[in-house]
Nanobody, 122 residues
């Protein structure tokens, strides 16, 4: 059974950092692309970053360039999203998902986690 468990979200002040984790089970994550998406209230879900099976990363959100990075620990079957210099506009529910190849299209991802809330506020 394919499962994703996102964690690491919470309330953080502007300028702060968080590291989100996406622990997967039911498959070997290193054989797939894992993407991070986010959805703010009243907005569509948008792609943030994706890491391919070969370990290459693709950034889909210009607003996070230089601030967010994606990585994976194949031994732990976990993918991380390191978020630095957080801004109020980063507030959203963050989701991880699985695809055969990286894409910024929601429809390319067949399995999704339940999401973790990130709130950036003073």
């Amino acid at each position: 059974q394919v499962q994703f468990v996102e964690s690491g979200g919470g309330l953080v002040q502007p300028g702060g950092s968080l590291r989100l984790s996406c622990a997967v089970s039911g498959f070997t994550s290193r054989y797939y692309a894992i993407g991070w998406f986010r959805q703010a209230p009243g907005k569509e879900r948008e792609g943030v970053l994706c890491i391919s099976s070969s370990g290459g990363s693709t950034n889909y959100a210009d607003s996070v360039k230089g601030r967010f990075t994606i990585s994976r620990d194949n031994g732990k079957n976990t993918v991380y999203l390191q978020m630095n210099s957080l801004k109020p506009e980063d507030t959203a529910v963050y989701y991880c998902a699985r695809a055969s190849h990286c894409s910024d299209s929601v429809t390319a991802y067949g399995y999704w986690g339940q999401g973790t809330q990130v709130t950036v506020s003073s």
